[in-house]
């Protein structure tokens, strides 16, 4: 097993451009130097991203744009994060978070919110859907200013396990494993979009190999934990 700031120096490999009216949930979660994940809004001041992106410590979000040379006036404060209190590393799961904002999104032509599954997914093999981010676009590459974005297919479950020994629980295999398709360093916490709804959280890949990862990409399945997401969007408020 790999050491968290191992996986850490975990964009869209053979990806595209997002156009510009497309994908408007995406947020870029970032520090006081910049972008270090990816997330999506479900709601006018709440961004889901990852657990383990909390130890880059993130202070802010910007949403608004895909080309995060044009960041000015899209930023958001971070007020307060939720992990589930199971969490500890990647490779044991849970790897979810909750930012809430310190103002709400202004909805409109330019920010709109991502649906969440209503009960739990049901993914069939073979399954075509999209990730998207800022991250790398090849392995030892510079992440990127402009969003872009890839096709990627589901992965069985069972072949999952069998290429990774010790898969945590209530997770998403697709792309990598295969293809020359998937996510890199800096996707972490985008959303895998299946059907127009964010089902997965970017996770995990193969350390620092993106070009031909011989492993599938690894999300956390975002209706294992529907319960706990909308227990917090609800008993939260911005005070």
Known sequence: ???????????????????????????????????????FLVTEDFVVTAAHCDALNITHVVIGTHNLKKSYNKKINVVKKFKP????????GDDIMLLQLSRKAQLGCNVQIIQLPCAETNLQENEICQ???????????????????????????????????????????????????????GDSGG?????????????????????????PNVYTDISKYLHWINEILTT????
């Not at 209190?85 to 044991?92: G, H, M």
């Not at 589901?154 to 945590?168: D, K, M, T, Y």
């Not at 895998?192 to 620092?208: D, E, M, Q, T």
């Open 1 to 39: 097993q790999l050491p968290l700031n191992k996986l850490l120096i975990i964009n869209i490999i053979q990806g595209e451009k997002v156009p510009e009216n497309s994908m408007l949930y995406m947020a870029s979660v970032q520090n006081n130097d910049g972008h270090v994940c990816g997330g």
């Open 85 to 92: 209190n199971s969490f500890n590393n990647v490779w044991q």
């Open 191 to 215: 959303p895998l979009v299946c059907s127009g709804l964010a089902v997965g959280i970017v996770s995990f890949n193969k350390y620092r190999n993106c070009n031909y990862p011989d492993v």
């Open 236 to 239: 939260t408020n911005l005070s």
């Open 131 to 185: 990730v998207a981010g800022w991250g790398k676009t090849r392995t030892g590459g510079e992440t990127v200013d402009h969003l872009r974005e890839v096709n990627v297919s589901v992965i069985n479950p069972q072949v999952c396990r069998e290429q990774w020994p010790g898969l945590p629980a209530n997770v998403i295999c697709a792309g990598g494993y295969g293809t020359n398709k998937g996510f890199c360093q």
